[in-house]
């Protein structure tokens, strides 16, 4: 696969003090021996006293004070702010850390339109790159053992199986829709045509999906969760999915509480949703009031069918009998 201008210059200004490891954390599609191959064919060497010097602040417990960091490790270990509750939920969806490393790659588009998320918590480095077959992505990253240590501790490197709770425990609750936005946004999608929508969230095939069930309990929101073994594809996965605009409104009011900071396409498939939502509700509220059961008088009933001469038929549910109606 050929070397991209992007790539080249990651090399270029990376290489030098950061080594082959760090590279390939940045360019995780390209292999160990295509970097060493490719810094050796533009002539790049390490410097070791740099290379040791950085290897050395990695390791030692410095006092550098945490406002002198790029992104200030304080507004993740003390979490009072929507836009770290935010790209937390981001990061357990999308993120990626390893080595002091935090970073997440997403298409151009969608990083541009969070870009000012991440602006108001410090300088996050920005990277490129096109993979074939795919739209240009850009990433969010930042070299923190401060902010990595906090996510180790609250089970990121384990969020492929265990569920949410430690991070969560540590966000105050009027945040915590911030938390499931930002993670909606990473894992989460929202389809509708016509009457029909689904949503769901993907995961891993291990996924603990125990606090998003509690959740959609909690909001009354009827789920089914499954997993899908491709053995053709060597792929698996597992959701969690509704099927009814009522949740799905539900859903979206929960998380949507205050403001509308996120991605704006996620979001506007919503308030599609909640529209069409909202003119059944007025729709059914006015069959109420011009009907009720011709039987017993109520208004407790529910819309059986169509009938001649352009009424309907309806099911009283207090007396279980059917009536005509317009």
Same mark, same amino acid.
Request: proline share 1%; hydrophobic share 30%.
């Given at each position: 696969?050929?070397?991209?201008?992007?790539?080249?210059?990651?090399?270029?200004?990376?290489?030098?003090?950061?080594?082959?490891?760090?590279?390939?954390?940045?360019?995780?599609?390209?292999?160990?021996?295509?970097?060493?191959?490719?810094?050796?064919?533009?002539?790049?060497?390490?410097?070791?006293?740099?290379?040791?010097?950085?290897?050395?602040?990695?390791?030692?417990?410095?006092?550098?004070?945490?406002?002198?960091?790029?992104?200030?490790?304080?507004?993740?270990?003390?979490?009072?702010?929507?836009?770290?509750?935010?790209?937390?939920?981001? !990061?357990?969806?999308?993120?990626? @850390? #390893?080595?002091?490393?935090?970073?997440?790659?997403? *298409?151009?588009?969608? +990083?541009?339109?969070?870009?000012?998320?991440?602006?108001?918590?410090?300088?996050?480095?920005?990277?490129?790159?096109?993979?074939?077959?795919?739209?240009?992505?850009?990433?969010?990253?930042?070299?923190?053992?401060?902010?990595?240590?906090?996510?180790?501790?609250?089970?990121?490197?384990?969020?492929?199986?265990?569920?949410?709770?430690?991070?969560?425990?540590?966000?105050?609750?009027?945040?915590?829709?911030?938390?499931?936005?930002?993670?909606?946004?990473?894992?989460?999608?929202?389809?509708?045509?016509?009457?029909?929508?689904?949503?769901?969230?993907?995961?891993?095939?291990?996924?603990?999906?125990?606090?998003?069930?509690? !959740?959609?309990?909690?909001?009354? @929101? #009827?789920?089914?969760?499954?997993?899908?073994?491709? *053995?053709?594809?060597? +792929?698996?996965?597992?959701?969690?999915?509704?099927?009814?605009?009522?949740?799905?409104?539900?859903?979206?009011?929960?998380?949507?509480?205050?403001?509308?900071?996120?991605?704006?396409?996620?979001?506007?498939?919503?308030?599609?949703?909640?529209?069409?939502?909202?003119?059944?509700?007025?729709?059914?509220?006015?069959?109420?009031?011009?009907?009720?059961?011709?039987?017993?008088?109520?208004?407790?009933?529910?819309?059986?069918?169509?009938?001649?001469?352009?009424?309907?038929?309806?099911?009283?549910?207090?007396?279980?009998?059917?009536?005509?109606?317009?």
């Amino acid at each position: 696969m050929k070397w991209s201008e992007n790539e080249i210059e990651i090399l270029k200004q990376n290489y030098e003090c950061n080594g082959v490891d760090y590279i390939k954390m940045i360019l995780p599609d390209r292999t160990k021996k295509g970097i060493v191959w490719k810094v050796g064919d533009l002539g790049l060497k390490v410097n070791r006293e740099l290379y040791n010097l950085r290897i050395s602040r990695t390791k030692l417990n410095t006092t550098k004070p945490f406002n002198l960091y790029k992104v200030n490790p304080d507004i993740f270990l003390n979490i009072d702010s929507k836009e770290i509750s935010y790209i937390l939920g981001f !990061l357990w969806a999308d993120g990626y @850390i #390893r080595n002091d490393c935090i970073s997440m790659w997403l *298409k151009k588009d969608d +990083s541009e339109n969070i870009k000012h998320i991440f602006d108001s918590t410090g300088i996050w480095n920005n990277y490129y790159r096109k993979l074939k077959g795919r739209k240009e992505q850009m990433s969010f990253h930042t070299h923190n053992k401060y902010i990595f240590n906090f996510l180790v501790e609250n089970d990121y490197l384990s969020k492929s199986y265990v569920n949410q709770s430690k991070i969560l425990s540590l966000i105050p609750n009027e945040l915590k829709h911030y938390f499931f936005r930002g993670y909606f946004d990473g894992d989460g999608s929202i389809w509708m045509k016509n009457n029909q929508c689904i949503m769901n969230i993907t995961s891993t095939y291990e996924q603990d999906w125990s606090v998003i069930e509690e !959740l959609f309990n909690n909001l009354d @929101i #009827r789920y089914t969760t499954s997993c899908y073994n491709d *053995k053709n594809r060597k +792929s698996k996965c597992s959701r969690i999915v509704t099927q009814n605009m009522n949740g799905i409104v539900k859903f979206f009011n929960y998380i949507y509480q205050n403001d509308d900071m996120g991605l704006k396409r996620k979001l506007n498939t919503f308030l599609k949703i909640k529209v069409k939502y909202d003119n059944i509700v007025m729709k059914n509220k006015k069959i109420k009031e011009n009907n009720s059961c011709t039987h017993c008088e109520s208004k407790n009933f529910i819309t059986k069918g169509n009938y001649k001469n352009n009424k309907k038929r309806y099911m009283c549910k207090d007396c279980n009998r059917t009536f005509i109606g317009i």
